[in-house]
């Protein structure tokens, strides 16, 4: 084989390629730096990205189904005055949820942590002679189990916080700063958020600009699928985590008013808020609920178990499936196993990211397969067919 020009360029490509490899894997924990410092840099356009992302699902819903009108008047200004009330209502509407959030569960929390310190030496105290009273019963011999001195424990707990007040001011201080740090980015990435929803079509455009202009056209079309199947992916299940765990939170708060569980408000928005991670946050929640009330009632503890799963079950299988259908579309242990680890990656945020990048994941390998096994039976067909067949007619 000749070396041409088109050769040379090929093996020049391939060994800058090999070349920047090398460089990359030789140089690992540097590339790890400057990534590090880069999302440093770009923290706050990445928590706009995320906001964007979120609050488009609202702000699609304003626009398509309660003030589509006005995108079909004939009216001009009707029509430029859709977005803007659409955006203030998105965001209207979000900060709204989070404040009634803050102004019921910081008093609530306040009032549960109290709680808790004055129960929790009887609790001890009745748990010890509930265990040796049931291991008792079973002969089990109740020798090994230690006395626990009450005021000995919490003297132990009070104690503690003035021996290391000075470890918990400082940290407090350091807190305090990377609180502050996280808050600017934060109503930065708002307030850029913004300026993304009101100009995405026009984002979008540019996006799709610059793919076709560095790609080739078999490999951009390639991309703009894998982007829509992305964004549709990640649209579904946000818009149905959400539904899903709003829902979930006041069916939970209705039935815990009405069968008199403790810590209603605070234990509800727990469940509200781990619903929004799939399969692990239910279970999560239903713990944590159980636990504050273990302290007040054991046998309502138990109740509230069993009331959290009949709840879920008929909410799961009769209402989220009417109101917003299946979110992913994914077989349930592929769903286990993205959110099992999606968690040990990247924690909480690792296990919501996981499930829909599973389901684009398994949309892309279902239709590559398709197209495998479409091109094989093409192949086949050819390979079977007789000459009469494979004739071209004139």
């Known amino acids: 084989m000749g070396l041409n020009l088109k050769n040379i360029e090929k093996i020049l490509l391939i060994v800058l390629c090999s070349a920047i490899i090398f460089a990359l894997v030789f140089n690992f924990m540097g590339v790890l730096g400057f990534l590090g410092k880069l999302l440093g840099f770009t923290t706050p356009i990445i928590i706009a990205l995320c906001i964007a992302f979120v609050l488009n699902v609202f702000l699609t819903g304003f626009e398509t189904r309660i003030f589509g009108f006005m995108r079909k008047s004939k009216h001009k200004i009707i029509n430029k005055l859709q977005r803007p009330l659409c955006l203030t209502l998105t965001y209207a509407l979000a900060i709204g949820l989070l404040a009634l959030i803050v102004l019921v569960i910081i008093p609530d929390i306040s009032e549960t942590i109290t709680y808790i310190i004055d129960k929790l030496p009887a609790f001890i105290v009745d748990s010890r002679e509930w265990l040796v009273k049931t291991l008792t019963d079973f ?60 100009q995405k079509e026009k984002i979008g455009i540019f996006m799709k600009r610059v793919i076709n202009s560095f790609f080739p056209e078999k490999c951009a079309n390639v991309i703009h699928h894998v982007c829509a199947q992305t964004y549709f992916s990640f649209t579904r299940f946000i818009g149905g985590q959400l ?60 109740l509230f178990i069993v009331f959290l799963v009949i709840l879920q079950q008929l909410e799961g299988n009769l209402i989220y499936p009417k109101v917003v259908g299946k979110a992913v579309g994914l077989p349930g242990v592929i769903v286990i196993s993205a959110v099992l680890v999606g968690g040990n990656i990247g924690g909480v945020l690792g296990a919501l990211i996981g499930v829909p990048l599973a389901a684009v994941i398994y949309t892309l390998l279902k239709e590559l397969l398709d197209y495998i096994a479409a091109k094989k039976k093409k192949e086949k067909e050819l390979k079977e067919a007789t000459p009469e067949q494979l004739e071209i007619p004139n």
């Open 243 to 302: 539904t899903e765990a709003i829902i979930l939170g006041v069916l939970c708060y209705i039935g815990m008013l009405i069968f008199g569980f403790p810590n209603a408000a605070i234990i509800s928005i727990i469940i509200c808020i781990t619903a929004l991670v799939p399969v692990v946050g239910a279970l999560t929640g239903a713990v944590i609920g159980a636990f504050l009330i273990l302290i007040t009632d054991p046998i309502k503890a138990i």
């Open 139 to 198: 002969n089990i011999p109740t020798n090994d189990i230690p006395e626990i001195d009450v005021n000995s424990f919490m003297k132990t707990i009070t104690d503690w916080f003035p021996k290391y007040s000075s470890s918990i001011v400082d940290g407090a201080i350091s807190i305090t700063g990377s609180v502050f740090g996280v808050l600017s980015d934060i109503l930065f990435g708002i307030i850029v958020s913004a300026y993304i929803l009101a």
